[in-house]
């Protein structure tokens, strides 16, 4: 087992399945210990037992990612089991996609929640154990690098047909990261982003599959996903273990001068 994460503690939403999953296993693979947030209690419970097989440490947190205490409920969860926070992923989210003249405002306003509203919240209540800590250690004399990545979305750097709430949230998502990213720059936190392609999980599967989250249902129509897999210079959609690879690497020591930026992950596209 590598230990590139050694010590090291993350809490990473929407890690029951799909990239966050991925994520998860690859960090306690490299010795990190994760709080294993999901909405699904008997997905958590699945991710962290693998983690325990593999060796690991991970302890699970269920709760509704927009519910207004739940920064401040998971940090102090984190906190009370592993004592520090070292790395934060912003992963959790969903699609409710619709054309601009049909799309209500609920619609509209539930893309913002769970994509910008919530990360807002998440990392102003993990300031006291990122920002403060750094302070503090630099005050001593101390360089650790903590690290903060916000998963975005190609959508919100080009927009989509069809996703004006999630891509405008996904758009200020990179603002964000751009933001906090210069704030704690000077305590050692790198805040980075990365903007996904076509990533293998229920939000990109064929429509028809009738998957469903939070009761919308998710994916894409195969007709419009083998367009737009045809235009993708690697003519392939990414593995899920591809796009926590990406996070991983903005969340190791690999990356510590790399602040500020959006990775693209989308085979060429």
Known sequence: MSSLLENQVAIITGSGRGIGREVALLFAEHGGRVVVSDKDEAAASEVVNAIHKLGGQATPYCGD???????????????????????????AGYTSDSLVHKMTDEQFQAMLDIHLITPFRLIRAAAPYMRDAGKKELEQGIVHHRKIVNVSSGAGVNGNVGQANYASAKAGVIGLTKTIGKEWAPYNINTNAVAYGVIDTRLTRPKENGEMVDGVAVGIPSKVRDMFIQKIPQ?????????????????????????????????GL
């Open 235 to 267: 003519r392939r959609v990414g593995s899920a273990r591809e796009a926590a690879e990406a996070i991983f690497y903005l969340a190791s020591p690999l990356s510590n001068y790399v602040n500020c930026q959006v990775l693209e992950v989308n085979g």
């Open 65 to 91: 990612v927009t519910a207004r205490d739940f920064g401040e409920n998971i940090v102090e969860k984190c906190i009370g089991e592993f004592g520090r926070l070292d790395i934060l992923v912003n992963n």
